[in-house]
């Protein structure tokens, strides 16, 4: 799990975007993190303290005192607490208020007795947001050192379009992540990964490609560089987005663009996991012009292309670690064993197709993972984020 012992201190304020805590709590708690919420009063508005408490199970907080039973919610004793403090939503208000010292509630008297690292998500109508007072404010908030999850485009409540929407709970989620992350594990490291499909072209209009959709290699690079490590992501045609600042993205088409960038940066890498589906096959002649129909049907002759593995492994040196992915439908560790060994690994991840949710496209993979001793572990079904995390953990421990 991402987040398993991380306390997390969420701050929810009177903005519509109230209601994405409840998502955000669940994503959290899910990973693993323990929540405790401070709510302002406008917030309750918004979002029931009831549902906060239920889903973060814990008591939901936003007075001073507890009325009736005489507690004092010790807001020193909160911030002390935490090992992150996020207020998603942060309303103008809010935000006014923390850059300029200002105490009226519970929520901003934990700002001020924190010591640890504050994320700001704002959400606001957009000219509210787009206004200098705010502008200036966050730029100060900046300035303390705390982190603002910026805005989104998007329609907003008011019918308007544009940004000031709070960032998606997921893009939260991986920010978070990345920070409570030690990046100084692979400082210093070179690690490249390859990820998606590759595209065989037929014609000017055609092409063989296969469904892999580059998540599992995105996710390796996210976590690779959340660790410190300078990231070189070679990609197939992918839909995919990479966000962290220490990657490097180069994308290409066909096996053989993918096979020439993939050697040369080797070289100069000390990790390179290949996580790439890799045409195996590719038309033995490209045809310049478009194929028309014919009605006895058409026959393509296809040459095998290079194995990028199988190379890298042959001019592997001792201090390089080489990672490769397999996915076989029969003998599934027979055969990953066997490609562990000809491919000159130091692991191979071997993907499940038999799993409901795993592989091609699901935002989930069951894998096992297999050693050059041959020991063998077998994970659960979990997110492809949290697979990525095994694989570093992995590599980390090799690199140890
Ligand atoms: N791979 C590669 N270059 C290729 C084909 C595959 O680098 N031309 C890599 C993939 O990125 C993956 C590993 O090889 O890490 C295993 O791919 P897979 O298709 O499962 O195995 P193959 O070696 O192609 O063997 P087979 O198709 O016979 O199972």
């Known amino acids: ?29 899910k990973n693993g993190a323990e929540v405790k ?7 309750k508005e918004f979002i029931t303290p009831l549902t906060l408490a239920t889903l973060s199970k814990n008591p939901v907080l936003s007075s001073f005192s507890s009325s009736g039973v005489g507690t004092w919610n010790n807001h020193v004793e909160l911030g002390l607490w935490a090992d992150l403090l996020l207020i998603a939503p942060a309303t103008a208000n809010t935000i006014g208020k923390m850059a300029n010292g200002i105490c009226d509630n519970l929520l901003l008297a934990v700002y001020l007795s924190a010591r640890c690292k504050t994320f700001i998500a704002p959400g606001m109508d957009l000219d509210m947001h787009a206004h200098p007072a705010v502008t200036a404010n966050l730029k100060k908030l900046q300035s303390f050192g705390h982190i603002v999850l910026e805005a989104e485009d998007g329609e907003l409540a008011s019918g308007l379009n544009g940004k000031g929407r709070m960032a998606e709970p997921e893009h939260i989620l991986e920010k978070i992540t990345n920070a409570l992350t030690d990046d100084t594990l692979l400082k210093g490291k070179r690690v490249l990964v390859t990820a998606g ?4 072209n037929i014609d000017p209009v055609r092409f063989i490609g296969n469904h892999s959709s580059g998540k599992m290699g995105f996710a390796l690079a996210e976590d690779f560089a959340a660790h410190g490590a300078q990231v070189i992501l070679i990609t197939g045609p992918t839909d995919e987005k990479h ?3 220490n990657i490097k993205r180069i994308d290409v088409v066909s096996a053989a663009d993918m096979f020439n960038t993939t050697v040369k940066e080797f070289r100069k890498s000390q990790v390179a996991v290949m996580s790439a589906a890799v045409a195996d096959f590719t038309p033995q002649k490209v045809e310049i012009r478009k194929i028309k129909k ?23 040196t001792r ?5 490769g992915f397999a996915l076989e439908t029969d003998n599934e560790i027979e055969n990953a064993k066997k490609k562990l060994h000809n491919k000159n690994l130091d692991f191979i991840v071997l993907n499940s197709l038999k799993n409901k949710g795993s592989g091609f496209k699901h935002e989930t993979n069951q894998v096992t993972v297999i050693d050059k001793n041959l020991g063998t572990s077998t994970f659960p079904l979990k997110s492809k984020q949290e697979v990525a995390r095994d694989i570093v953990n992995k590599v980390i421990q090799l690199l140890a």
């Open 1 to 29: 799990m991402l987040l398993a012992g991380k306390k997390i201190l969420l701050g929810v304020t009177g903005s519509i975007a109230a209601y994405k805590s409840a998502f955000l709590i669940r994503l959290l708690v």
């Open 37 to 43: 919420v401070v709510m302002t009063s406008d917030a």
């Open 197 to 200: 499909p590759t595209y065989e």
């Open 243 to 245: 966000h962290h600042p």
């Open 294 to 316: 014919s009605s006895t049907g058409l026959t393509l002759k296809l040459k095998k292309t290079k194995d990028i593995l199988a190379e890298l492994g042959k001019n592997k």
């Open 319 to 323: 201090n390089q670690v080489l990672v």
